[in-house]
Nanobody, 126 residues
Framework: QVQLVESGGGSVQSGGSLRLSCAAS????????SGWFRQAPGKEREGVAS????????TYAGSVQGRFTISRDNAKNTVYLQMNSLKPEDTAMYYC???????????????????WGQGTQVTVSS
């Protein structure tokens, strides 16, 4: 099992940047693929970005492609989400997720992850 703790959320103006971090503990982090998800009030949780366990394969939601970058440092047991050119519609609770069953392929499907963090709030004002 792996435990996940997110950090780095906050409030920023439109066009600004934030970097989210997700620290993992409890198991060999390199055995897990990871994803970032977000959920705004009254909306479904949606996949934002995902990275395979080997750190070389990523996938992004169309709404963030070109603005967000997911990366991981397996030596530090951490995955990051660099968010640039933020928009008010990016406002949500952001969650880190991990899965070891299909670790070689990234995925934005929330049902394919079995470990979740508690979330960190991102608020973008216009």
């Amino acid at each position: 099992q792996v435990q996940l703790v997110e950090s780095g959320g906050g409030s920023v103006q439109s066009g600004g940047s934030l970097r989210l971090s997700c620290a993992a503990s409890g198991d060999t982090w390199s055995n897990y693929r990871s994803g970032w998800f977000r959920q705004a009030p009254g909306k479904e949780r949606e996949g934002v970005a995902s990275i395979a366990s080997g750190s070389t394969t990523t996938t992004y939601a169309g709404s963030v492609q070109g603005r967000f970058t997911i990366s991981r440092d397996n030596a530090k047991n951490t995955v990051y989400l660099q968010m640039n050119s933020l928009k008010p519609e990016d406002t949500a609770m952001y969650y880190c997720a991990a899965d070891s069953r299909w670790r070689w392929s990234p995925s934005l499907g929330k049902d394919t992850y079995n470990y979740w963090g508690q979330g960190t709030q991102v608020t973008v004002s216009s």
